[in-house]
């Protein structure tokens, strides 16, 4: 006998909608979430939610921001499950939040989604050792997490619908998804040289810097650059993809010229470089500014605030079930989208020493 589950909230909802929309009882454009709120009565989250596996399943098509989704009819049952392997940048017990979540969301959306047995870091990110796994691992579609652009470049060439998250993206013809970060980071920047702040080093990873710097690190070299600051690898270093190469830079950097400021890619690097200060007895901002590229659910409770860069991951989930609706209908799908990322001033952040 298999184990009773217990079916979540979001679950019913979408349930009883589907069964709505399977015997035509619902035609046209679908009712409004507050509509919907007050016909159910379950709060506006759990309804944008089911809708959201709705839209996946193909039932529902969204028409755009403050508009009605437009009712599609009865989708295919076996043309939407597709095999989607995910290709993370970090394993699986190192992936957090919304991530870890996805084999979850495409498995409700009827796909059968999986991690991949390795992940980029533990690849090396190395295109030979990528293609070995791809060829091994029966998927019909790819999701690939941070890829390089040799990497994303291959995906590309294969044929077979793979989706960008993050990554090297841009000018090629798969779908992507990711968060707008050069304009937040370029605001970062500024804020930083307004404070007189002048050796700003920016800690990126390799694939964000080769085989030449990412349109993030472009548009803080290019505030560098304006502010009359001769911008080079002081500002960009390079350093090994690991925790003994993160650290050793920074030997190096304190060692020679110290910065003032440190901006610095993903929370786990934001944290390693605050422990790394704290070892020094490095005070955080009177010696050295820190900022954040993404945001952390702890960082809510830090004292003092965190200087980061904020943005909405839900647009991101949605873009990419709908891709895989689009995949599992066999529709072409190779649009890319970006979701608005906001600096967010914070306490880390102060005058140069």
């Known amino acids: 006998m298999e184990p009773l589950r217990l079916r979540s909230s979001v679950e019913q909802v979408a349930d009883r909608l589907r069964d709505d929309l399977s015997l035509g009882r619902l ?61 993370d940048y970090d394993p699986p017990e190192l992936t957090q939040g919304y991530i870890s979540q996805l084999p979850y969301l495409l498995g409700q959306a009827g796909h059968d989604a999986f991690f ?31 890829g390089s652009r040799e990497i994303l470049e291959w995906f590309a060439a294969r044929g077979e619908p793979v989706l960008a998250l993050f990554g090297r993206r841009r000018g090629l013809r798969i779908a992507g998804v990711g968060p707008d970060k050069p304009p937040a980071v370029a605001a970062a920047t500024r804020r930083l040289l307004e404070l007189g702040h002048r050796r700003i080093v ?8 080769k085989p030449e710097p990412g349109a993030t690190e472009r548009s803080f070299l290019r505030e560098i650059a304006a502010a009359g600051i001769q911008a080079g690898s002081y500002h960009l270093p390079d350093w090994g993809a690991d925790q003994g190469g993160f650290c050793g830079c ?39 500014s820190l900022v954040c590229t993404d945001a952390d659910p702890g960082f809510v409770w830090s004292q003092p605030s965190v200087a980061h860069i904020r943005w909405d991951h839900r647009p991101v989930v949605r873009r990419i079930l709908r891709w895989a609706a689009n995949v599992g209908l066999g529709v072409e799908d190779v649009r890319q989208t970006l979701t608005t990322a906001t600096f967010v001033d914070g306490g880390t952040m102060g005058p140069a020493s």
């Open 27 to 87: 035609r046209g454009d679908m009712p409004g979430v507050l509509k919907l709120e007050e016909q159910l009565g379950v709060n506006r989250n759990t309804i944008e939610s089911a809708l959201r596996i709705l839209e996946s399943e193909g039932w529902l098509r969204a028409e755009g921001k403050g508009r009605k989704r437009h009712i599609l009819g009865r989708p295919p049952s076996e043309a939407t499950k597709r095999r989607i392997a995910i290709l």
């Open 116 to 146: 991949a047995a390795r992940s980029l870091t533990e690849l090396k990110m190395d295109l030979r050792r990528v293609k070995r796994l791809v060829e091994m691992t029966p998927a019909d579609a790819w999701v690939v997490t941070a």
């Open 202 to 209: 920016l800690m990126a990873r390799t694939a964000r810097r």
């Open 250 to 288: 920074l030997d190096a950097l304190f060692q020679l010229t110290p910065p003032t400021a440190l901006i610095i890619e993903e929370a786990v690097f934001y944290i390693t470089a605050l422990q790394y200060c704290a070892h020094r007895g490095l005070r955080v901002p009177a010696d050295v």
